[in-house]
């Protein structure tokens, strides 16, 4: 029997990534939570830059397009770490972005400053009440 020179991996990947999550008083059954960044880049390679970002998804995607600030603050990212995802999950709103390998994994200040503002508009959204049709 010869050996396999390249054998397939198992078990445990070297994969990282970290959630953040705004807790809610109750489920959230709805998408109007639902969020994707769609970075705006000007470059290519190990000089891509973000430029801006626009938001895809529900009503805080709307609400996170929107605000200035957070795009200002997400400019400063790099384009890996500007690919953040928003979605409701049981008992509150989970905020990630990519998978990373032990190399690459961090949070910086400027990524968190940006989930923290992200977190802030959940949480205003969260307290205000339900519009009426």
């Given at each position: 029997m010869t050996q396999d020179l390249n054998p397939?991996?198992?078990?445990?990947?070297?994969?990282f990534q970290a959630h953040f999550i705004v807790k809610t008083e109750h489920d959230l059954?709805?998408?109007s939570f639902l969020a994707k960044s769609n970075p705006q880049t000007k470059g290519h390679f190990a000089t891509k830059k973000v430029t801006g970002v626009k938001w895809s998804g529900g009503?805080?995607?709307d609400t996170?397009?929107?605000?200035?600030?957070?795009?200002?603050?997400m400019t400063r990212l790099s384009y890996k770490d500007?690919?953040?995802?928003?979605?409701?999950?049981?008992?509150g709103v989970r905020i990630h972005g990519?998978?990373?390998?032990?190399?690459?994994?961090?949070?910086?200040?400027e990524l968190f400053a940006v989930y923290d503002r992200i977190a802030y508009h959940i949480k205003?959204?969260?307290r205000s009440p339900p519009v009426q049709s």
């Open positions: 397939m991996p198992w078990g445990a990947q070297d994969r059954p709805d998408e009503e805080l995607a996170l397009s929107s605000d200035n600030e957070l795009s200002t603050l500007a690919e953040i995802f928003v979605e409701p999950t049981n008992g990519g998978w990373k390998d032990r190399y690459e994994f961090s949070i910086t200040k205003s959204k969260l």
